[in-house]
């Protein structure tokens, strides 16, 4: 009889080893969204979701602020409770409270994603600057750190005085991948065509534990010189690891999250997510992913039938 009963756990374990990790377990996603000036947030965190959800690896809860300019003394998400922290926010700095538990979770472990303009806020929040890395306008400047690009294939560490934060007209752009055995980035082109975004350049910030991913050179800025501006990158925060991609531009109207549709910003933010919550990537490579000088999209923001 006992033999019997370990011949089905066997058998059991064997099947349950054939599901999708997906099927066997979520992981738990919060995205902080509800303010921003210049972006629709509603929009992006609408998008966001549905990419997180339609991979069916992530189960997602939404925690909004205050309008700008009401008082958001108040909000405080219990940032304990979930694998993943996505922010997609660009307003007030967030209560004292709930910056010390944003810090409590990331030193014991925790997982952050922050897109597009969440580099801009909160400048005046020291320790969300150490785990973005680099930052924005909001009143950075030489003060925050250093410049930090590529250029002649090397990672340069620039002290110059002037303020951060450039972009110009959205426009397309080429992603170059610089860590290509990153789990991230593992088996992905190393070049490919992202559609029209708002590119972020001229960063600047603590710059600490991070590693540059992917960078693009900003040929509509008469001012650069041969600059590879950073894309994406990973900062080591205590014990918790942080993923941050400055594409994904949203405007005011949904017409207007076109950056958002294209299938590599998807599928490197779905890598992203994943690495930050778990150290690793599971996710296929899929077929429809963008290459040099192609660029493709999922403006359903899930995988079409024949991208694996």
């Not at 009143?139 to 005085?161: A, F, I, N, Q």
């Amino acid at each position: 009889m006992k033999l019997k009963y370990i011949g089905l756990l066997f058998v059991g374990l064997f099947f349950l080893q054939l599901l999708p990790a997906a099927a066997q377990q979520k992981l738990k996603a919060l995205i902080v969204t509800g303010q921003d000036g210049n972006h629709w947030w509603k929009g992006s965190t609408d998008a966001i979701q549905k990419i997180l959800e339609n991979s069916d690896r992530f189960k997602v809860e939404v925690a909004v602020t205050p309008p700008l300019g009401q008082d958001i003394s108040s909000f405080r998400p219990t940032f304990k409770s979930f694998d993943l922290v996505v922010v997609n926010y660009g307003g007030t700095t967030w209560p004292k409270d709930t910056q010390r538990d944003m810090e409590q979770y990331m030193e014991a472990g925790g997982a952050l994603v922050v897109i597009h303009s969440a580099i801009v806020p909160m400048a005046d929040w020291p320790e969300y600057n150490k785990m973005t890395a680099l930052g924005a306008w909001d009143g950075r400047d030489e003060r925050v750190g250093p410049y930090v690009y590529y250029k002649h294939d090397r990672l340069v560490y620039d002290y110059s005085p002037g303020s951060a934060g450039h972009h110009g007209l959205q426009h397309p752009f080429t992603v170059c991948h610089k860590k290509i055995e990153h789990p991230i980035l593992k088996g992905l082109p190393p070049l490919w065509s992202h559609f029209k975004d708002e590119l972020y350049t001229r960063l600047r910030g603590p710059a600490q534990h991070m590693e540059v991913l992917a960078t693009t050179i900003d040929d509509t800025d008469a001012r650069n010189d041969g600059r590879e501006d950073p894309l994406m990158w990973t900062v080591n925060y205590g014990k918790g690891r942080v993923f941050v991609t400055v594409m994904g531009h949203v405007g005011n109207d949904p017409e207007l999250r076109y950056a958002m549709e294209c299938t590599g910003f998807q599928v490197t933010l779905l890598r992203g997510c994943e690495w930050a919550a778990t150290g690793q990537v599971t996710q296929p490579v899929p077929k429809d992913f963008p290459s040099d000088g192609i660029q493709t999209f999922r403006k359903e923001f899930k995988a079409p039938f024949n991208a694996k």
